[in-house]
């Protein structure tokens, strides 16, 4: 079985300060996880994700995730805020060991970027 | 295409009607999906085709919901007598390879139906 938290519903953050948008998962095997962002009326935009190799991904549009294994995290972190990063964010996760080709979503973190 | 199209993007219906949404995929993508997106929620997994044959449809809530992609390109999802309940955002996403091994699913802007 596959499931994701994502445990605040909104994060606000002042424009330039940095920002982070918390996961978590839980999988039988290794996971693959995902971060997408969706803004007004548009589809799921993909941002980066972890497959295997350096905890550390980077990005489109300067956001970075790390996937920690112990702590079963995957959040997703950018240096310096901007007001147009305001949007939902979804962390998703596919259990590849189990077999899994369908990725389970969390319910999404609205962040809210202030000047 | 350059990326993943829907139409349309807003549909109203009365409750009892049908409705069909299409979804154009990226040109060569094996991998298809739907998902329902309900206000305030993640998108939750509707049915999952791989070229033409329709590999998992354990996530359409009822009867009600058939979907389809007769020569492994366009998809079209039907809702029959529309319900109320069945108002939602619907997502189509692609994907260029099969099974388990990673690639990146690619979403389409969605279509919104909403049921009087």
């Known amino acids: 079985a596959q499931s994701v938290a994502q445990p605040e519903d909104q994060v606000n953050v002042a424009e330039g300060n940095p920002l982070t948008v918390k996961c978590t998962y839980s999988?039988?095997?290794?996971?693959?996880l995902f971060w997408y962002v969706q803004y007004p009326n548009r589809g799921l935009q993909f941002l980066l994700k972890?497959?295997?190799?350096?905890?550390l991904v980077k990005g489109s549009y300067g956001f970075e995730a790390e996937f920690n294994k112990s702590q079963t995290s995957f959040h997703l972190k950018k240096p310096s805020a901007l007001v147009s990063d305001s949007a939902l964010y979804f962390c998703a996760v596919r259990d590849v060991a189990g077999g899994s080709y369908i990725p389970t979503f969390g319910r999404g973190t609205s962040l809210i970027v202030h000047p | 295409g350059a990326g993943v199209s829907q139409s349309p993007r807003y549909k109203v219906a009365k409750r009892g009607q049908d409705v069909a949404l299409r979804c154009d995929p990226i040109?060569?993508?094996?991998?298809l999906f739907w998902y329902q997106q309900a206000l305030g929620q993640g998108p939750e997994f509707l049915t999952y085709f791989q070229n033409e044959a329709q590999l998992d449809k354990s996530g359409l809530p009822s009867d009600r919901f058939f979907a389809e992609r007769p020569e492994g390109s366009v998809s079209t999802l039907k809702i029959q007598r529309t319900q109320q309940e069945d108002s939602a955002v619907y997502l189509c996403?692609?994907?260029?390879?099969?099974?388990?091994?990673?690639?990146?699913?690619?979403f389409g802007p969605g279509t919104r139906l909403t049921v009087l």
């Open positions: 972890y497959i295997t190799g350096d905890n």
């Open positions: 996403a692609s994907r260029r390879t099969s099974g388990v091994l990673e690639d990146t699913q690619y």
């Open positions: 999988v039988s095997g290794n996971p693959y």
């Open positions: 040109s060569g993508h094996v991998s």
